[in-house]
C-alpha cells in the first residue's frame, strides 16, 4: 500500500500508547501497527497484511470483527438517542432491555446492574460499593480486600493495587494500604512439587484463612478474584479450588467478587465462569464480552443480599452518592444486547467449549512433549503454553532471554498474533469465540514452526 499521510509520524509524535516502552517507541525501536480493518477472526494493517487475532485484541473481540450487526444497532441508537443519562431513575430501552438480557444469563442470586465504561471502573465500584454495604451494617472498619498475586483487575488506583502483578505496582506507589494480596492459584509454579492439586487447593485455603486470622477477620470486607487468571497467566483453577476459598470466605463474613471480565459471556464454554467452577459470588464483575468491545461497556452485577443492604443504605443516607456521566451509555447499551443476540444466534457458548478442547488437544499433540514446553494449559478459549529451560528439573528461562516474546514475534511472522504474558515465558492464546477448526489448526501449526524456530534454533 502506498503510504502518503504522515500517520506513522503522528503516531510517535502525538500518541501516548498504553502499556508500552515508551523511550523505546519514541525512538522507533518498536514498530508501530495501524489497524485498518477486520472480519471474523482476522484484522488487516494498513500494509495489507491480514493476521489472525488469537487473542481477540485483549480478549475482548468476542463475536469477531465486522458484525454488522452491532454497527448497525449502534448507527440506530445514535440516530434516535445518542445520549442521556441514567442518574435519578433516568433510563433508555437499551440499557433496561440489556440489564434483563444479563440477569437472565446471570446466576440465580444475582439481582441489579450497574454500569461503567470499563472493567477497571467497575471493580473500582465494587470496592466503593463493598465499604459503603458494611458502613449501612454498622462494620465501618471491616475494609480490607484480598486478592492474589498474579491476578488481574484494572489500571486504578485501587484496581492497579488489587491487581498482583510487579509492572502494574513499580513506581506508582502502589498497592494501596486497604489491599492485602494472598497466594495465586497456580498448581504448574507450586513449591511442593509432590502436591496433589487438590491439596495445593488445601494449600491455598490454609493461607488465606492465616491471613485473615492475621488481619483480623473483623478487618476484611472482600475476596477478589478471577475465576481463572487472566493476564497472570492464563491459570485455570486447580481441583478444589474455589470450593475451598469459598467455605473460608464463608466462616468469616466476606464477601466474594468474581472478577469475569475476561470469563464472562462465553469464554470458558459456559456463559459465567462462576457457573464454570461452582462460584457463588456476591458481585460478578463483566465487561469485555459484554459489547465484544464494539463499544466500552462494564457492568457490576449485584446479588441481593448486596442489592438490600444498598437499599437500606439510601434510606438512612439519601440517594447513594456514586456514579459516572457515562454508565449505562445508550449507544454502548445497544452494543451489547445486539452482542448478546449474537452470543445465542451464533451459538458461540457452545463453539468456545468445543473448539477450545479441540485447539488445546491439538497444541499438547503439536508441542506438548517439547524438551523446552512445559505446560499446556486453559479451558474453553483460553489457552497458555509455558516455556521452560529444562522440564526435567522444572526450570525456568533466564527472564533477561525473553524467550516468550521471541516465541510470540515468530508466531506474528507466521500471521498469528498471540500474546506473551507478563512475568513469565508464557504465549496466551484467547481468540474469538467463533474460531473455526480449521483456524484453530492454523494456530497449532503456527505455534509448532515458531517454537521449533526459536527454541531448537
Known sequence: MLKNDLLDEWDRENFFHPSTHLAQFARGEINNRIITGGDGVFITDRDDNRLLDAFAGLYCVNVGYGRTEIADAIAKQARELAYYHAYVGHGTEASITLSKMILDRA??????????????????????????????????????????????????????SLTGLELFHKQFDLPL????????????????????????SADCAQKLEELIQAEGPETIAAFIGEPALGTGGLVPPPAGYWAAIQTVLRKYDILLIADEVVTGFGRLGTMFGSAHYGIEADIITSAKGLTSAYAPLSASILSEK?????????????????????????????AGVANLKLIDEMGLVKNAGEVGAYLKTEMQAAIGNHDHVGDVRGDGLMIAVELMEDRESHRFYDPTLTMGAQVNAALLKRGVIARAMPQGDIIGFAPPLCLSRAEAGQIVSAMGEAVEEVLNG
Open 107 to 160: 446466576p440465580d442470586n444475582m439481582s441489579k446492574v450497574y454500569y461503567g465504561l470499563s472493567g477497571s471502573d467497575a471493580n473500582e465500584t465494587n470496592i466503593k460499593l463493598v465499604w459503603y454495604f458494611n458502613n449501612v451494617l454498622g462494620r465501618p472498619e471491616k475494609k480490607k480486600i484480598i486478592s492474589r498475586w498474579r491476578g488481574y483487575h484494572g489500571s486504578g488506583l485501587m484496581t492497579g
Open 177 to 200: 494500604t486497604q489491599v492485602i494480596h494472598t497466594e495465586a492459584p497456580y498448581y504448574f509454579r507450586r513449591t511442593d512439587r509432590s502436591q496433589s492439586e487438590e491439596n495445593f
Open 306 to 334: 448486596v442489592w438490600q443492604g444498598l437499599e437500606q443504605g439510601t434510606d438512612t443516607y439519601g440517594a447513594i452518592g456514586h456514579g459516572w456521566t457515562y454508565s449505562a451509555h445508550p449507544i454502548c447499551a445497544a
